[in-house]
């Protein structure tokens, strides 16, 4: 997961630094829907890591470079392949709303404050991940 993270927190600052840059009124409704559906009751694993990731995947749309859009597109599904194997409960992961301070930032083309934004949301979820991980693992030897 570490080599994950460490090209995500290098990459999507700069894309939601290029969202927000690049923010019109035509990106209003679908990042809006984005965030409303984090809020929606999920139906399975797979649904509620495809709703809490699609800002990510919006916001790598609206930076408007098609070869970042494809690198965060191809990390997510990473993401969620690791995340699937190796977290119990999704819910201490990554919760809805997470998002709003970076779509706040990018919304009022505040470029630097995205950046910031992102990174910092993109740290908190990589601790979180790497501790529950060695969590995961500690029950594991128990089990075994
Ligand atoms: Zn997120």
């Known amino acids: 997961m570490t080599e994950v993270s460490q090209v995500r927190l290098f990459i999507e600052p700069e894309v939601a630094r290029l969202a927000a840059l690049n923010f019109n009124a035509t990106h209003l409704k679908r990042l ?4 409303a559906n984090e809020h929606v009751a999920f139906k399975s694993a797979p649904d ?18 098609l070869f970042f859009e494809a690198i965060v597109r191809s990390m997510l599904k990473i993401t969620a392949e690791i995340v699937m194997t190796v977290v119990p409960d999704l819910d201490i992961l990554h919760g809805p ?4 301070a970076v779509i706040e930032a990018v919304k ?9 934004e992102m990174a910092l949301h993109l ?6 991940i790497v501790e529950l991980e060695k969590v995961y693992r500690r029950h594991m030897m128990q089990a075994g």
């Open 97 to 100: 709303g997470e998002h709003h």
């Open 108 to 116: 009022s083309g505040d470029a630097s404050r995205a950046a910031t």
């Open 48 to 65: 509620q890591i495809a709703r809490l990731t699609n800002v990510h995947k919006v916001l790598a749309h609206i930076c408007g470079n």
């Open 32 to 35: 809006d829907e984005a965030e």
């Open 123 to 128: 740290k908190t979820f990589s601790i979180e």
